[in-house]
């Protein structure tokens, strides 16, 4: 898990042009610069029903997780389907989850598990886009028929909130997911993405460094800032794209973001203390969600942590031993503990989920294959009542059957924990008009 992983579809041609460059790939400052000059800066943080903006860290399982090795185990099923493990008690009477996340147990009582989201796409393009979007992904119906993508979560974020104190909206790290783009609500509200490891010494947030000659106290006047600055091909290499824009509308944006004390000491993650690093994991997963800690505590709206590698049609138990899964366990307890500590936990709003869970039976290599008739998704924070599971499995796990909810509930869900009408249309750049959440109804468990 030291960078980003496919799934058994990796990333088609289709998918990919589908997205977009700025879809697929996440902007690099240039980008943003540029596309956010069309945008107006004094864009209202919208919030919520308590008065307070929620932002969102959202912990991506890429491939699809499976709940019975995480928060839905079937002690009394037969061996085929309940696996190698356990099931333990949690820090809460009653509650149990697999003995795979002992650190998420024990604390169960700071979050809700949603057992019973379902959906009837069992792959990974499909699945990504709907529980990435809250909508299911358009078939054409003929030749030539018009097709609309809807934009992401995040994208959907930005496009509500604008930038904030030169911080981006939505970031992800260190890729975007297949459906983590903005699709037609423009480039402006595509993530921007921080690639590379904070696990590495000296890790530096590309196109946010200042140039050698600031950095070190030898640009004195505003004329050598800006020759510093004219330097770094963030700026130069766009002009052309976009005469419109004047360059001093980039010059001022960079120079707000650059030397911004808020933004270098967010990125700057050799700053935590070495107890608190250790607490999330030394390994790429657990300091990238240390770093969106960090990114929400500084205002930013939305940050995706993409974590590849969960398809597991093979040796599925293996990974779950293994540093794949203690990582997990490790780094998304101490994020929820963190959180809550600083106080922070009241207005974050964390999601820990996948395109679907596994099926019910083992294979013949020891894996589990795509199932997305149930799958559990976590969630905490931004008011959610804690210590609960939400709806249930049947007994052996193949089927939502109790209080069953869709991607379509779940979007109109989080939205609304973030202040945002999820029953809203959005516009194309043709005017076509777009629903935000189609028919969505709320999950009221975590409104209680």
Known sequence: MNGPRFNCAGMPRRDFLQLGIGGALGLGFADLLRLKAHASSSTPRMASSSGKAVNCIMIWLDGGPSHYETFDPKPDAPSEIRGEFKSIATSVPGIHFSEAVPELAKIANKFSVVRSICHKDPNHGGGNHYMMTGAPTPTPVACGAFVTFHPSFGSVVSHHRGVLDGMPAYMSMPQVS?????????????????????????????????????????????RQLRSALDSMERYADKLAEDPAVAFDQYYQQGVDLVLSPKAQAAFDISREPEKAREAYGKNDFGQRLLLARRLIEVGVSWVTVYNGGWDHHTKIFTAFKGDQGKRLDQGVAALIRDLDERGLLDNTLVMLLGEFGRTPKVNKDAGRDHW????????????????????????????????????????????????????QVLHTNTGRPVQLVNNGRLIQELFV
């Open 372 to 423: 997305p008739h149930a799958m559990s998704v976590l969630m905490a924070g931004a008011g959610i009542p804690r210590g609960q599971v939400i709806g249930a499995t049947d007994a052996k796990g193949y089927h939502a059957a109790e209080n069953v909810y869709r991607p379509e509930d779940f979007a109109a869900s989080l939205y609304t924990k973030m202040g945002i009408d999820h029953a």
């Open 178 to 222: 297949r459906s983590g783009g903005p699709n037609f609500l423009g480039g402006r509200n595509s993530p921007f993405v921080i690639n590379g490891s904070p696990n590495e010494k000296g890790f530096q947030v590309r196109d946010v460094v200042l140039p050698q000659g600031i950095s070190e106290g030898r640009a004195a006047s505003r």
